[in-house]
């Protein structure tokens, strides 16, 4: 399995509260991505960023943030939580190559619950 | 802009069965590659397997195959001799010049015993 992790698994959390969902690999992979996921359905890309200082919103509008401080971690941020947010979310990095190598890697996700 | 989608939503098939998943995608792009993952139950999305677009011969790894037709932007994967453990959610992505994923919305696959 690939090494990118993220955290917390399962968080459950009141509404208006800030949270930050963690996600990091450790194989020097330049491209990291971030979905969301409701339960047995497609995937959206709501974040991606090609390099440290480097972010871009993905096709999915959120109210989400993301900073790339570090080439290894990829957080994201939802300053108010609302009912809305709850989903997963899935980060994902790729190595950035022009050739087939360039697969994306999966983290475990994150399932939230916002009451 | 690519769009990858996958008319199945769910399929069911018996162990030890072939199954084929399909797969249609849109692109103007001539290079790009298509990917099939595979998400179980609560678990990681993992690569099952992956087709370079300028590269006629379809791709195969051990009991999963792809049937890739270009001219028809087809991208179906066959698995053989299924078995318990590729009950999963199966996804077809599409990465083109620019780099960005497109993913269909995925087909739950159901391997009975």
Redesign the interface.
């Known amino acids: 399995?690939a090494d990118i992790y993220q955290t917390p698994r399962y968080l459950v959390i009141g509404t208006g509260k800030k949270i930050t969902l963690e996600c990091s690999q450790t194989m020097g992979h330049d491209?990291m991505?971030w979905?969301q996921q409701d339960p047995?359905?497609?995937?959206h890309?709501i974040h991606?960023s090609?390099g440290v200082n480097s972010t871009e919103k993905g096709d999915l509008s959120s109210e989400s943030t993301v900073s790339r401080i570090r080439t290894e971690h990829f957080p994201l941020t939802l300053e108010s939580a609302r009912p809305s947010h709850t989903s997963q979310y899935?980060c994902?990095s790729?190595p950035?190559t022009?050739g087939?190598q360039?697969?994306?890697?999966?983290?475990?996700?994150t399932r939230l619950t916002v009451l | 802009a690519q769009t990858v989608t996958q008319s199945q939503p769910e399929m069911s098939v018996q162990e030890a069965e072939t199954v084929t998943l399909s797969c249609t995608y849109d692109t103007s792009e001539n290079n790009y590659y298509l990917f099939w993952y595979k998400q179980p139950p609560s678990r990681q999305m993992i690569l099952v397997i992956r087709q370079e677009a300028y590269k006629q011969q379809n791709a195969t790894e051990n009991r999963f195959s792809v049937n890739f037709q270009k001219a028809a932007k087809s991208f179906s994967l066959k698995i053989s001799d299924s078995q318990l453990g590729d009950t999963a959610m199966y996804f077809c992505a599409f990465r083109g010049n620019f780099n960005k994923f497109y993913f269909g919305s995925g087909t739950k696959l159901n391997v009975k015993p």
């Open positions: 399995e491209k991505y979905y047995g359905m497609e995937l890309l991606y090609y899935l994902a790729s950035g022009s087939p360039d697969t994306q890697y999966f983290g475990p996700g």
